[in-house]
Every structure is written in C-alpha cells, then in structure tokens.
C-alpha cells in the first residue's frame, strides 16, 4: 500500500471487481486493465464468487439499500477470506456503491447485526461482516487511481505513439461528485485523466463546457425521461464538436454506453457529422502498450467505430476481425 495525496493506493492483495455492464457490453476495458496490470507487475485476483453491487438495480429502486448492503457485505467476506481485501472496481457506480455499503456496515451496528443474522439463519456464518474490516477509503479503489499512481511507470511500456490525437475526458458522477474526500485530482475541474494522459506525451484539451456534466444516462432516466436523458448528452457532444475532439476518455460503463451507443442518434438529431470515439481510460492505455485492438481492447463491441483512430494511429488491424459492424 502506497499513499498519493490523504488516500493510500494499493499495489498488491488487490480484488479486481467485476462489471456487469463491463462484462456485457465493452469486456474490453476488463481484458485492457488486466493486460496493464500485468505489464505492471500489479498483483490481483479475480473472485469467482463475486456477485453483482446491485448498482443499476439499486438505482431503479429494484433493489433496497439493505439488500445492496448485504451484498456487499457478502463480497467483502469473500474478498477479506482470499487475502485481497482491496477492491477495485472498473466501473463508478460500482465504486460509489461499495463505499457507501462500507461505511453503512461500519457505521450502523443495527444494519450490520440484521444482515449477519440473515447470513446465520440461512447457514451463512462465514459471511459475517465485522464492523471496520474494510475501510472504505483505502480498500475501495477505482481501476483510475492506480494507473494514475502508475502513470510515471506507463512510457517504460510504450510501444505506440498517441500524441497525435485530441482527447477531452469526462471522469462521471459517481467517481466525482459522491465521495468528495477519496477523489484524487480534482472535483469542480476533475483532472485525473488528464494527467495520465500528460503521462503518455497527449495533453488533453482540459476543461470544456460541461466537463463536469452528468453523460445523461440518469439510469432509470435513459428509458423513462429519455428525451431529458439525450438532451443532456447533446449538450455534451456539442461542446466536444466545437473542441474537434477525436477521443472522449470515459471511467465508467454506464457514461462509455450513453455516448457510444447514442452517438448516432445525437447526430441525427444534431445534424453533426463529426467521428469521435469512446475510449475507456485503461483501453487507451492498453493501445499505448500495444495491444491488440480486437482480441484485448474490444473495439469490435463500440457502436462507434474505433478503426479510424487506429488508422490516425497507423496501428495495424484486420477488420475482419470485427465480426459485429458491417
């Protein structure tokens, strides 16, 4: 465990949390912060046994808050019972939600003793949580705080020029406007991927209009208020538009699917032409290093297409590797 700021960021013993919105839409942002860890030298396991944080269903109030709790008190046991308490997820909301749960577990023993008695009642003993087994500030961390604390170790596995494209960076509401005091870099101009891009010799545009706007997902709001929803996109890419931004740089599924998957609809209601694709910050990284763009990356799974960076890039790719666009 190393300390960067008042939050200690660990390099060892770590849990890499699983996404359900990684996993089923862009498994590539898995595959690339797995590939970075390895070139890294970062120690981490997968737990088979994780279940889900609940966060979309929570968020649709399908989900209590003592049944997210539980949950993640379960997680937790398994985590502390493999010797890697530390968890970190690729996904904010995730993120927001195991802090939450954390501080909940810690802090309300009538919480916490009706969740163990759940466990007991139901031949569970082993999931017992026991109060300040997990510290929600060092033992919860986004995928993003670690490559920005490895930022300086990235040029030592360059393998592909970057510096030649425009990026702007939207780090999401759950990473930056939930847990203020854990958030590294910046809140009111969140900059934390700005700087591991300086990292890698590609300075970002850095503050935009409505850098710090919500992507407009709102969760239930994407279906239920979905004009509202895409008004507060368009807001967005319009501000990018008027930048020529050719990457948007994204920390979250849930931000990466609102942009990619309704890039086209915005520009039909738009009338803009203009390409820019959604990168997840650890699927950039993992092109800086070389890797490969369909088999590790995923760009095959973006509804934007991704191929045109490649191209600007002069990285090599075969498009018939892409089995899911035209």
């Not at 915005?266 to 032409?273: E, F, L, N």
């Amino acid at each position: 465990m190393e300390q960067t700021n008042t939050k200690n960021i660990p390099i060892k013993d770590i849990t890499l949390f699983r996404s359900c919105l990684v996993s089923a839409e862009y498994p590539g942002i898995e595959a690339s912060t797995k590939y970075i860890f390895d070139k890294l030298g970062i120690e981490y396991v997968i737990d088979r046994n994780q279940s889900c944080c609940t966060g979309l269903g929570h968020y649709y109030d399908i989900f209590d808050e003592l049944s997210t709790t539980a949950l993640a008190a379960r997680n937790f046991s398994h985590a502390i019972e493999n010797k890697h308490k530390h968890y970190v997820p690729m996904c904010a909301t995730c993120y927001a939600i195991l802090k939450n749960a954390a501080k909940t577990l810690n802090q309300k023993d009538d919480v916490r003793e009706k969740i163990n008695n759940a466990f007991c009642e139901n031949g569970l003993e082993n999931l017992q949580y026991k109060k300040d087994s997990i510290n929600p500030t060092d033992d919860i961390t986004h995928v993003a705080d670690i490559l920005y604390h490895f930022k300086d170790q990235l040029k030592k596995h360059k393998k592909v020029d970057i510096s030649g494209l425009k990026i702007a960076t939207h780090h999401g509401c759950h990473y930056c406007k939930v847990h203020y005091d854990d958030t590294l870099c910046g809140v009111r101009n969140p900059q934390l991927m700005d700087k591991i891009c300086e990292a890698m010799d590609v300075p970002t545009i850095g503050w935009y209009d409505h850098k710090r706007l919500t992507c407009g997902c709102g969760f239930r709001q994407r279906y239920a208020n979905r004009e509202l929803s895409l008004e507060a996109s368009t807001d967005k890419f319009e501000s990018l538009y008027k930048e020529d931004v050719d990457v948007l740089l994204v920390m979250c599924p849930n931000c990466h699917l609102q942009f990619d998957r309704y890039e086209r609809v915005i520009q039909q209601h738009t009338g803009h032409k203009k390409h820019m694709v959604i990168l997840n910050i650890a699927q950039l990284i993992a092109l800086y290093m070389g890797a490969h763009p369909y088999k590790t990356v995923g760009i095959q799974t973006h509804t934007t297409n991704v191929e045109p960076i490649l191209d600007k890039l002069g990285i090599e790719y075969d498009s018939g590797e892409d089995s899911l666009h035209d």
